[in-house]
């Protein structure tokens, strides 16, 4: 046993030497102009993805999921959100897919974030990413919420309601 103990002791010894090791030596890439390695990459979405589940209240949009709310959050992204994360019915962001991590294009993709989670993200940022606390009032934090987890699937009334100048 202690053998197991000073081994598993000198393995944390060891890589703490080559982290530190590799992050003082500059070897680190740090360019926005360069891509991250799949490594690198992988370990930043692990990491956000595991801290927006822990840190999310698990609750449920109050908000009835109805066409109306989904327009009113889409007025709220068309507005503040398309500069990075793509335009409904249109093309991805180049702002938004020129960050590390990239903004993810919700109108293409989706989201593998539960409303609730969004809602989080919405109201807090995610930190070295871009994007930061939006400031809405909990009602217009669920409405885009709601947008969002139907922004890959939205029927054409809504997208013609969205892309309609507000009265």
């Not at 109050?62 to 007025?75: C, M, N, S, V, Y």
Request: include cysteine; aromatic fraction near 10%.
């Amino acid at each position: 046993m202690r053998n197991f103990i000073a081994g598993a002791v000198a393995a944390v010894v060891v890589l703490a030497v080559i982290t530190f090791g590799y992050l003082g030596s500059g070897l680190l890439q740090v360019g926005a102009d360069s891509k991250p390695p799949a490594w690198q990459t992988g370990l930043m979405y692990s990491g956000v993805h595991a801290s927006v589940r822990r840190e999310a209240p698990e609750m449920q949009n109050p908000l009835p999921a109805t066409d109306e709310t989904t327009i009113a959050g889409g007025k709220l992204y068309v507005n503040d959100c398309i500069g990075c994360h793509g335009t409904p019915g249109g093309s991805p962001s180049k702002f938004g897919t020129a960050f590390y991590p990239e903004a993810p294009q919700f109108p293409f993709i989706g989201t593998q974030y539960s409303e609730a989670q969004l809602f989080w993200i919405a109201t807090h940022g995610i930190r070295r990413t871009g994007m930061v606390p939006q400031g809405y009032s909990d009602t217009d934090s669920w409405r885009l919420t709601a947008f969002i987890a139907r922004a890959k699937s939205l029927s054409p009334g809504v997208l013609q309601a969205i892309s309609a100048p507000s009265k």
